[in-house]
């Protein structure tokens, strides 16, 4: 068995971005494992913010700059216009936001790139070593040993491993036929979860300390339902078109005439662009989980229509999603994993992680001896406020330099210093998180001028090169 001085379980944009940034480091004996099993593109697009192009830059400058000439800076399309407005239900716009890197580069300092989940995971892959990420490795059990952690992987011997595929939880007849699952174990100095919010090492960490009801990801009560429209008359389109993308490439809608104190994330909000003659959208709904069970493309589109008539929705919006394209509909449903469950966070010492004391402790810890969870796998959220990615990135940054430190000072094997290392990671992320997902969570949407550009200062602002360099 190979013994690795770090393993990267989950090979997205995150986990990724770790290993860059373990490698730039001179750390080398390095491997990231992924359960993808065939190569296909997969994800939708995201924005790269100030906060998560300023981590991406601390991480490793080369692959800043690929990321950078790879994102899209501009809309595609016709529109002259270079924003992404939010309109009301008369539309009437009463916000915006540049779409240019240049624009935000002059207020925070960096600026924005949209690029998609593929092509962002594909450009991170392109800074690695090809033998440094493997694909077909499915995590089901960790050990730990007296000096190192035992992955166990599960494999399909009959296929060649394809790195960026997804391992597909049910299989055809014909795909069964096809598999051969043997274990494969790994051992590693150090284990970093990356492996989102489903993630399998959080479940086995949890259940081991007794965590169990933080294991798995609780549902938001949100759910993102995603379609296209073609065949719609041209009274619609031009309603649509004039009334509310008004030469935008992309517009979000929703009624924004509302008390302040009500809960102005229960109202539905759709995004919307058009491209070729074709309405695309993404609409957020909350709705329980159970009236969610049926997945046909008819079936979401009548379900869409009826929440967007109970919200008084325009009938011309309504009218161009029940014309959607049943085959085109899909639904996603956002879960999270709270990053405080507690008016306050307390950390542990030290000592009372080596002792796995941890009963007066209210918060489960991101980490557990030598093994340490980021991005989604410890703090995954919906994409409201667009920091799912980005928040990713800081970690990614954040841990690669404490981990090249412990490697500097050669304490592999000090469990003290392992533990202080994962502690200020945990003391340095947790509280962020905890401002972002509340940011998120809570109306967002509906922040007044003024409170939306104290958040931005504070999110997009801080010099990340400075505060991650002060922990070592």
């Not at 284990?191 to 259940?207: E, F, P």
Request: aromatic letters at 8%.
């Amino acid at each position: 068995m190979n013994i690795y001085d770090v393993v990267i379980v989950g090979a997205g944009p995150v986990g990724l971005a770790t290993a860059i940034g373990l490698y730039k480091r001179g750390i080398t004996n390095i491997l990231v494992v992924d359960r993808t099993r065939a190569f296909r593109r997969v994800g939708q697009g995201l924005d790269l913010l100030p906060n998560g192009l300023k981590a991406l830059k601390y991480i490793d400058f080369d692959s800043y700059e690929a990321v950078k000439q790879f994102g899209i800076s501009q809309p595609n399309g016709n529109s002259k216009k270079r924003e992404w407005a939010v309109r009301n239900l008369k539309g009437e716009e009463f916000r915006s936001s540049s779409l240019q890197y240049d624009d935000w580069f002059k207020i925070y300092g960096e600026g924005k790139k949209t690029i998609s989940w593929y092509d962002l995971q594909t450009t991170l892959r392109n800074q690695l070593p090809s033998d440094l990420v493997v694909a077909n490795r499915r995590c089901v059990n960790l050990v730990e040993e007296s000096d190192y952690v035992r992955i166990d992987c599960l494999c399909n011997a009959k296929i060649e491993a394809n790195p960026y595929a997804y391992w597909h939880e049910n299989n055809t007849e014909d795909e069964d036929k096809d598999i051969e699952v043997i274990t494969q174990s790994i051992g590693a100095k150090l284990v970093v979860a990356a492996d989102g919010i489903n993630s399998t090492i959080r479940q086995i960490l949890y259940k081991e300390d007794n965590c169990s009801a933080f294991a798995q990801p609780e549902y938001s009560g949100y759910v993102a339902i995603s379609g296209s429209a073609t065949e719609i008359s041209e009274d619609i389109a031009e309603d649509v078109e004039t009334t509310f993308l008004q030469g935008n490439p992309i517009v979000t809608i929703f009624n924004n005439e509302i008390d302040r104190d009500s809960d102005a994330q229960d109202r539905p909000r759709i995004m919307m662009f058009s491209r070729d003659l074709t309405f695309n959208y993404l609409i957020h709904l909350p709705l329980p989980k159970q009236q969610l069970n049926e997945n046909s493309g008819q079936a979401l589109i009548n379900l869409t229509v009826e929440q967007l008539e109970k919200a008084d929705f325009p009938v011309s919006i309504q009218q161009l999603v029940s014309k959607s394209n049943a085959d085109s509909m899909a639904k996603r449903l956002y879960y999270l994993h709270r990053a405080t469950i507690s008016d306050s966070i307390s950390f542990p010492s030290t000592a009372e992680i080596n002792n796995n004391n941890n009963t007066e402790q209210k918060e489960p810890i991101w980490n557990k001896g030598r093994v340490v969870l980021v991005g989604d796998a410890a703090h995954g959220m919906p994409p409201f406020a667009a920091q799912g990615a980005n928040q990713g990135l800081e970690d990614a940054a954040t841990i690669s330099t404490l981990i090249a430190n412990l490697a500097a000072n050669n304490n592999w094997d000090n469990t003290e210093a392992i533990s202080e290392s994962f502690l200020k990671y945990e003391k340095l992320r947790r509280p962020m998180m905890v401002k972002i997902q509340e940011a998120t969570l809570k109306p967002f949407a509906f922040l007044s001028g003024e409170e939306r550009e104290k958040y931005n200062r504070e999110v997009y602002s801080r010099n990340l090169e400075k505060i991650i360099s002060s922990l070592v």
